[in-house]
């Protein structure tokens, strides 16, 4: 058993939760319940990040204070994960006392460290973005994420000398295996680190909105040094070393391209400076573009979780249900390049694997089953064709996850449903005659829906629990340890089976 301790950046709350934010959130969680079932200590983080002065603004915009800002923006996203069944081990945010205490600690190592000095500090800055930028990184004056003018700025900062771990942040990216997934983000990382790593400006002295420096309290940090931290926080930081020596050297960051260089430069290094040498892995993902265009709040092209959760008659959108959403997410967007969104090849995937291939699989098996096996359920057959089917079906399910590759791990779990479909065609068990020869279909078929639904519970949580429920399966899907549970032959057969309403109707286009 190992540990396995995963996050996802935490979203500002000047805006409520688009499906960009949705995304990472959803993947992250996919992780976390596939290490659960590989038997792992796990411990998912998602949540909040509350300061700064794009937070200042949204609040003076709304005419409310940022504290009511942060309060109810924060709430949306907590509610957003419930709605996507999102089983995080804990929600931060980083107006908590717990997390001001552990950025005041961390700050404090690397200020005693002799890594913070003072310096006047003028440029452009990218509010939306929190982060300065030179002339050459803007395209005519405006920021390229959001396309607004940057604006200049002069402060009498703190700064952290970035540019003392150039080396050692070079060496690991380069000399530690997998450390970045997909390999082409390392590339980029490895890109960033052999440019000049200028010193950054860690704090302000004009805005108030933020966690105070503890040796200077006219100032504050800069939202993304006291954001970065919260992933420390979370695991004890400073209030508990045991959980802290636990989770911290086993930490994966999931993020968004966006935000490359905070996490794989600036977070890392901040950690060598606080005298933390376990550095964290990183699992990066493009973006989901509408119409080509990245989607954001400020752009008025977000479509929200509930959305699609629940249906919008309004705007045409059908109710894809929890499951529905959330496999979309993990099956079709490919893990690492952007990619568009798309409504009708989300309506297409849940038809086509959610409703035909693997309901109507479970439902079939089923009704056939009670029609010719008598009241309880047979077992399967030890020298079943689908025996190797499952077995590679669970290698290559296996494997995808290991290079953090969640389409490729699902499309590997949907083979063995398709190969099962493709075995009932064969056989017509619903045109034989009772007997042994059907139970052994059945049976088999019974067994190969019992390992699907292990595989396929980090996407379809809910549905996964419902079949494993009808086909007289005890106690929880989830609480399946593998690779053993994936073995051909754990159907146990003799149990009565439950039939039900269709687990995914089908959506009209
Ligand atoms: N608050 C910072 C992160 C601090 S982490 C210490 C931030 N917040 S954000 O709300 O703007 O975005 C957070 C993350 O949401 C992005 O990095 C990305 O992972 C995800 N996404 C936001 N929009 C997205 C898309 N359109 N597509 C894919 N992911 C998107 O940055």
Known sequence: ???????????????????????????????????????????????????????????????????????????????????????????????????????????????????IYSDTYEGLYCVGCEAYYTEDELNDGNCRIHDRPAEQMVEENYFFKLSAFADQL???????????????????????????????????????????????????????????????????????????????????????????????????????????????????????????????????????PKQLIEGDGDQGFAAFGVDGFRYHFLRDPPFGPDSDFSYEQMITRYNSDLANQFGNLVQRVITVTGKKCGDVSPAPSADSPLAAVASEAYEATAAAWERAQPPIAFDATWRLIRETNEYLAANEPWKMDEGADVDRVMGDALEAIRIVTILASPAIPEAAQRTWERIGMDGNVHDQRLPEAAGWGGYPGGVALASGDPLFPRLKG
Request: with cysteine.
């Open 1 to 115: 058993m190992s540990t396995f301790y995963i996050t996802t950046p935490i979203y500002y709350v000047n805006d409520a939760p688009h499906i960009g934010h949705a995304y990472t959130t959803v993947v992250a969680d996919a992780f976390a319940r596939w290490h659960r079932l590989l038997g792992d200590d796990t411990m998912m983080l998602t949540g909040t990040d509350e300061h700064g002065l794009k937070i200042q603004r949204a609040a003076e915009e709304n005419g409310v204070s940022p504290q009511e800002q942060v309060d109810s923006t924060s709430v949306l996203f907590r509610e957003a994960a419930a709605l996507m069944n999102i089983a995080n081990d804990d929600f931060i945010r980083t107006t908590e006392p717990r997390h001001h205490a552990a950025v005041q600690e961390l700050m404090q190592r690397i200020y005693d460290n002799g890594y």
């Open 170 to 304: 070079l060496e690991y990216f380069e000399q530690t295996n997998g450390v970045v997934k997909p390999d082409g983000y390392r590339n980029e990382v490895l890109g960033l680190l052999k440019q000049e790593l200028r010193d950054v400006s860690i704090s302000r002295s004009s805005l108030s909105w933020g966690i105070p420096v503890p040796w200077d309290d006219k100032h504050v940090f800069y939202v993304w040094y006291d954001a970065l931290i919260n992933y420390a926080t979370a695991a004890g930081f400073g209030a508990d070393d045991a959980a802290f020596e636990k989770w911290w050297p086993n930490v994966t960051h999931i993020i968004g391209k966006d935000i490359i260089r905070f996490h794989c430069v600036f977070w890392p290094a901040m950690l060598l400076a606080a005298g933390i040498t376990d550095l964290p892995k990183y699992y990066v993902h493009g973006w989901l573009l509408i119409g080509g265009e990245k989607m954001s709040k400020s752009k008025l092209n977000s479509v929200t």
